[in-house]
């Protein structure tokens, strides 16, 4: 009886460890924006979200949600950092009319950036205001 417990666990387990193994590299992080940004065209008020992609790169889509509501989807490129991030944190570049277009965020530990949307394929003369969280 013992052994029959051990083994429909071992397969169980196993079963469990292969499945995240085809499921891909997906990432999940969670952000707090710390002011009403948009995103192409999608306004991201003040709040947590969470960030999700699949893929290793460089060019990946990344969900943008809040709760369990997806609120834009958008086109972003992995950017290798030196160094490890020390904060979570975003770049909005600041728009003539005072707003500001969320462009990249970063997260703590990791040695890579996502360059978000159309900031992903092009380099703005703008204002970045980074935003860090401790």
Known sequence: MKAMKFFTLLVGSSLLLSASAFAG???KKTLHLYESVTLEGQQLPPGDYRFQWS???PD???????????VASVS??????PVSNKVDG????????????LTTVFFSGDKYDLQLGSASTANTDQTTDPKGSN
């Open 90 to 101: 975003y770049s909005a570049t600041a728009g003539k009319d005072g707003s500001h277009s």
């Open 55 to 57: 893929g290793t790169g």
């Open 25 to 27: 590299n997906s990432n």
């Open 76 to 81: 972003a490129r992995i950017v290798a950092e």
């Open 60 to 70: 990946v889509k990344v969900d943008i949600l809040k709760g369990k509501e997806t």
